[in-house]
């Protein structure tokens, strides 16, 4: 089993932002924060480190986390498209994108699919309504041609006729970057605006906050964790990552989603007692 070694800490100096990934890295499946890593999170506030949560979730889905993992202060969401902050809820900064070209160029190509546009605040504006949403969502049903004049901070489509080959062809057909896609049931894309990852938003944190890029530290397991693992001063990966994803980070920490980063902030916390 995979324990994170506290030796990775010399790699920078001491961290004053530390960001989490939530599934899979801060919460198990079931959601629940655990109480070590509050303990943790506390120490290492304690301490004078933020601790910043940078999520796929969208905002109405991430605050609920926040709050149960007793943090007030910012939130990364929806990829990087989304910073606010926890108390009170607020969107400080929203990269939003124009989705009516996407979506008349995945029309004629996808004629049967299920198109759908989260907002700002976490909305799934969808042509087709279904039971609960992404991470339980809010989902309002719409014709695609009110969609299709909305700000988007994500696109999602899912496609039932493409539960094998999945949408890995479209990805190529339409030169599409920076995007998450996969098999999950149905076969589904997950496009964010262009050039833009959880990475890009908290250097924007940092100049906002006069911090070091360099003495930061992020925690991830997944795809999109990659390029926040590559920006920050240490990028810790889950044990349970895969092989590509352990390629982007400096050290590995516990499997098990937080117990990974409660190690990581207790070495954090006892480095901030040296």
Same mark, same amino acid.
């Given at each position: 089993?995979?324990?994170?070694?506290?030796?990775?800490?010399?790699?920078?100096?001491?961290?004053?932002?530390?960001?989490?990934?939530?599934? *899979?890295?801060?919460?198990? /499946?079931?959601?629940?924060?655990?109480?070590? =890593?509050? #303990?943790?999170?506390?120490?290492?506030?304690? /301490?004078?480190?933020?601790?910043?949560?940078?999520?796929?979730?969208?905002?109405?889905?991430?605050?609920?986390?926040?709050?149960?993992?007793?943090?007030?202060?910012?939130?990364?969401?929806?990829?990087? /498209? !989304?910073?606010?902050? =926890?108390?009170?809820?607020?969107?400080?900064?929203?990269? #939003?994108?124009?989705?009516?070209?996407?979506?008349?160029?995945? &029309?004629? &190509?996808?004629?049967?699919?299920?198109?759908? =546009?989260?907002?700002?605040?976490?909305?799934?504006?969808?042509?087709?309504?279904?039971?609960?949403?992404?991470? *339980?969502?809010? @989902?309002?049903? &719409?014709?695609?041609?009110? !969609?299709?004049?909305?700000?988007? $901070?994500? &696109? $999602?489509?899912?496609? %039932?006729?493409?539960?094998? %080959? *999945?949408?890995?062809?479209?990805?190529?057909?339409?030169?599409?970057?920076?995007?998450?896609?996969? !098999?999950?049931?149905?076969?589904?894309?997950? =496009?964010?605006?262009?050039?833009?990852?959880?990475?890009?938003?908290?250097?924007?944190?940092?100049?906002?906050?006069?911090?070091?890029?360099?003495?930061? !530290?992020?925690?991830?397991? *997944?795809?999109?964790? #990659?390029?926040?693992?590559?920006? /920050?001063?240490?990028?810790?990966?889950?044990?349970?990552?895969?092989?590509?994803?352990?390629?982007?980070?400096?050290? @590995?920490?516990?499997?098990?989603?937080?117990?990974? $980063?409660?190690?990581?902030?207790?070495?954090?916390?006892?480095?901030?007692?040296?």
């Amino acid at each position: 089993m995979t324990h994170f070694d506290p030796a990775a800490l010399d790699l920078i100096e001491f961290p004053q932002l530390i960001a989490l990934d939530v599934d *899979g890295t801060l919460v198990p /499946a079931d959601g629940v924060v655990r109480h070590r =890593v509050i #303990t943790a999170i506390q120490a290492v506030e304690a /301490a004078g480190v933020r601790v910043v949560l940078a999520t796929g979730r969208s905002l109405s889905t991430t605050s609920p986390i926040a709050r149960a993992a007793h943090l007030t202060g910012w939130m990364v969401c929806s990829n990087g /498209a !989304i910073l606010a902050t =926890v108390e009170p809820e607020t969107i400080i900064e929203a990269v #939003t994108f124009d989705p009516a070209p996407l979506l008349d160029a995945m &029309l004629p &190509l996808l004629p049967e699919a299920i198109y759908s =546009v989260e907002d700002a605040w976490g909305v799934l504006n969808t042509n087709v309504a279904f039971r609960g949403g992404a991470l *339980g969502m809010a @989902v309002r049903e &719409l014709p695609l041609e009110q !969609i299709r004049e909305l700000d988007a $901070v994500r &696109l $999602v489509v899912r496609s %039932e006729a493409h539960l094998e %080959e *999945g949408l890995g062809h479209i990805v190529r057909e339409l030169g599409l970057h920076e995007v998450q896609f996969g !098999i999950a049931k149905v076969a589904w894309l997950d =496009v964010g605006p262009a050039d833009l990852n959880k990475s890009t938003m908290l250097g924007r944190l940092c100049t906002r906050l006069d911090l070091n890029p360099a003495r930061t !530290i992020a925690i991830g397991d *997944g795809a999109n964790d #990659t390029r926040m693992l590559e920006w /920050a001063g240490l990028g810790v990966a889950m044990g349970e990552a895969s092989d590509e994803v352990r390629s982007f980070a400096d050290a @590995v920490t516990h499997a098990e989603p937080g117990v990974g $980063v409660a190690e990581v902030l207790e070495a954090v916390a006892a480095a901030a007692t040296r």
